[in-house]
């Protein structure tokens, strides 16, 4: 059982956590394709219920560092929908003041360190940061994300070899959704059961259905615990499905039709509704309301990306290095 319940408010929670970052990228999608957008973007839609399970059995505390799909991570870390949207457009408000855009989002105030282009670039960072925690005397998990296709890095398992033997406050989770870009698992690799490259540095490492919020909460919760402990790392494999392609280039032609609609018989945000509404917790008017606030707080982002002024040139120089006054920044 987890150490921290799963109650009537986390169901709520839950739902209306998944569905507005459900609307937030569903309207990415359609600013993407009326080029609002630029750049290269990668969509959540499907994978809602690892985010939702993990804000519910972790604390404020606590870090995200992810790849490159990484809205959902911040605004669930607590960063507005209005600052993740103005970066989208390349704007001044954003979070990396429009530099980084849909790939590179960061929110230091809310613990979450990216965003990373890089695939498997995260990693190490994420262990690092872990090290830090753990260097400082915190209590504090760092939660590093990565897909299926970023295990094939090399610098996967020199990080697991470290966080093991430096039993680092770390928990590592394959967000596995079948497809690394658009490539499956099953012809990139001899172990389809990714989890299993854990155990060769002893590591406690688990399958995870990703299509349930309480799956998650429940691995999440007793991986945390055990960091919190210091008893070290784990690896966790959450299975899950992305609904849209990898980014919006992506013409899907690696898998059938009939494939992305099983998984979306089985949608974690229509799975929590169905028990929120068989239990009693909620009626019709709830469900309206939740719908009707996500709406207007995404047009509100909208509204002020668009009002938002660009970068002034500039701002080509700064953010470069700590030291402002740095002898070697040419203009």
Known sequence: MSSVAIT????????ELMLHLRRFEEKTGQLYGQQKI????????????????????????????TTYRDHAHAIAKGMPSKVAMAELYGKITGCSKGKGGSMHFFDKENDFYGGHGIV?????LGAGVAFAEKYLG?????????????????????????????????????????????TSVARTANTLDIYKLGLGYEMPSMPVDGMDPVAVHNAIDEAVQRARRGEGPTFLEIRTYRYKGHSMSDPQKYRTKEEVEEYKAKDPIEVVKAKIVAEGWAD??????????IKADIEEAVKFAEESPFPDPSELYKDVYAQEDYDFIKE
């Open 120 to 124: 498997g670039g995260q990693i190490p």
């Open 8 to 15: 009537k408010e986390t169901y709520l929670y839950w739902y």
């Open 38 to 65: 630029r750049g290269f973007c990668h969509l959540y839609i499907g994978q809602e219920a690892i985010i939702a399970g993990t804000m519910s059995a972790t604390e404020k505390g606590d870090s995200l560092i």
């Open 138 to 182: 915190t209590n504090r998990v760092n939660l590093c994300y990565m897909g299926d296709g970023a295990v094939r890095q090399g610098a996967l398992n020199e990080t697991f070899n470290m966080a093991m033997n430096w039993q680092l406050p770390v928990i590592f989770i394959v967000e596995n959704n079948g497809y690394a870009m658009g």
């Open 284 to 293: 019709e008017a709830w469900f309206d309301e939740v719908a009707a606030k």
